[in-house]
């Protein structure tokens, strides 16, 4: 395949694909599978390790064929599967993409890329709180994290100010460890699924509802989250070494939007059902599209978007 494009001596690598694949998470490793059994050249670039937020995943028991599995074990699995079909270039972020015709160019740290096609399989980042002490403490006891840095809170008082899934999760995977959690959720009920709700209370898990975090406290290192009861307006505090914080996730879409690819008011990418957005030739899957943050759900609209660029390469 030639597309006519030459790089200047001495440049970073030149590629020249049918399609190219932006975030190697479990939504681009599927889609990197199914593009190249399709018949499709296709790289996956990924601006960090590929594995994407489900390697933070302390536990994983509701994808299929899996009772129970650490989510870094899962993504190894998935990584060395896709390995077997398609090239993964790892901490290669992608800087710019253009077009020229009906080519897109990619500029990326390594190199430039040009591709026929693009899914935009860029996932999501952790959202922040915005509270005083956040920033400051930010590796001193605050993190986003619990399969990073749950063990060095082991036999210590930590708070999780979330309790949807995420938090539910990562407070049930810190007591198992030996951390003492406590839940901390805006909302005046438990947010999490009903199994998780049932294993907190089983745990004895604090989980504080209606209560809003106003700061992180301390001076070289976390010592206490303040936080204000929404139903009395008491302002109150827990003294603790460490905080984790699952508030929510913001989608990784500046990229495609550079490139007129409509979003929802959130940042979310918006799709049809054969995940092609509302520019031909670029298709998004997984959390990047706001649907539902399973990993399950992730893997099948790569494959999805993956079939559909091949059958808008190939067969029209």
Partial sequence: MDFGFVLPTGSRESKDVDLAIIGGGPAGLSAGI????????????????AGGLAEEAPYVENYLGYKG??????????????????EISERNEVKE?????DIFIINAEKGEYKAKAIIFATGTTHKTLGVPGEKELFGKGVSYCVTCDGYFYRGKKVAVIGGGNSGAIAAIYLKDIGVEPVVLEYMPKFMCEKAYENIIKDRKIPYYTNVQVTSIEGKDKVEKVVYKDRATGEINEIQVDGVFIYVGLIPISDLAK???????????????LKMRTNVPRIYAAGDVTGYAGQIIIAAGQGAMAALSAYEDLMLH
């Fill in 34 to 49: 199914y593009a190249k059994r399709a018949g499709l050249e296709a790289i996956i670039i990924d601006k960090g390790n």
């Fill in 69 to 86: 599995i650490k989510g870094e074990e899962l993504v190894k699995e998935f990584k060395e599967h896709a390995m077997d079909y398609v």
């Fill in 97 to 101: 993409i253009t077009k020229e015709g």
């Fill in 258 to 272: 550079k490139l007129g690819v409509k979003t929802d008011e959130r940042g979310y990418i918006n799709v049809d």
